[in-house]
């Protein structure tokens, strides 16, 4: 599986109910040819349904904190990959290339994530989707990880927009199962308790599908515009 982060619940739907026992995750970029980590069909199940794996061999990894510093283990960083796959350079582009590549060769993937002590690397989310609510950094994975757990969630997808009080507030838009109902107040009664409060989401909206690119990615920066005309909210500055 590959694409954008698979669900935890998704991969444990896939291999019970459609028996495909030995599914992998496969994680990595265009830019670097494109899979730089990848599960096993021999990893202990909880490995594949929660990791994307191990690096593949010839390949770096590292994570690093803003200063550019290897983050201790387990810690989550900016996930940064060098080696054979990865690519020179954007065509006719100089000034790209400097910012995804560094003087050292190493591509900078915009992808926050964390790497066990037995080399196994989860994605938390991309730099970009993440949240500041109230100063607290809120990755919307996280969030939707939890939402799927809900028996009448079939998709769900998180997003930030602006908020005059805590400079963004969380979203979630949610796809219900086929011949399922459900309220906001269902889905917010869900996560009391259960997650932080300020990872909570404040605005619930049902739709039929997200707005997505040809090649099947969702398009969250959509999402977004769409919340921020219907609710008449201003962008706010969040640092």
């Not at 202990?44 to 803003?66: A, D, F, L, Y």
């Not at 100089?94 to 994530?113: C, L, N, P, R, V």
């Not at 997650?195 to 049902?206: D, G, L, Q, S, T």
Request: proline share 5%; aromatic share 8%.
């Amino acid at each position: 599986m590959a694409g954008s982060p698979c669900p935890i619940e998704v991969m444990r739907r896939v291999i019970g109910q459609m028996h495909m026992e030995e599914v992998t995750i496969a994680y990595g970029m265009t830019e670097t040819s494109p899979v730089s980590f990848q599960s096993a069909t021999d990893d202990p199940i909880e490995r594949r349904v929660s990791t994307v794996g191990r690096v593949h061999p010839h390949v770096e990894v590292k994570v690093v904190n803003q200063d550019g510093r290897i983050v201790p283990c387990g810690e989550t960083g900016e996930l940064l990959t060098r080696g054979y796959s990865v690519m020179r350079g954007y065509w006719n582009d100089e000034e790209k290339t400097e910012e995804a590549i560094d003087g050292a060769g190493w591509m900078h993937t915009g992808d926050q994530a964390t790497i066990d002590a037995e080399g196994y690397c989860n994605i938390v989310g991309r730099i970009k989707d993440m949240v500041i609510r109230g100063g607290e950094n809120v990755y919307p994975r996280e969030i939707e990880e939890f939402l799927y757990r809900h028996p009448k969630v079939q998709d769900v997808q998180v997003i930030g927009v602006p908020d005059e009080k805590y400079g963004e507030e969380l979203c979630a838009w949610i796809k219900l199962r086929e011949g399922e109902d459900a309220n906001a107040d269902e889905i917010k009664a869900f996560c009391k308790d259960q997650i932080a409060h300020f990872k909570v989401p404040r605005y619930v909206r049902f739709v039929d599908e997200f707005p997505m690119t040809v090649t099947g990615k969702i398009q969250k920066f959509k999402m977004r515009e769409t919340m921020i005309e219907d609710l008449d909210l201003a962008e706010q500055k969040t640092a």
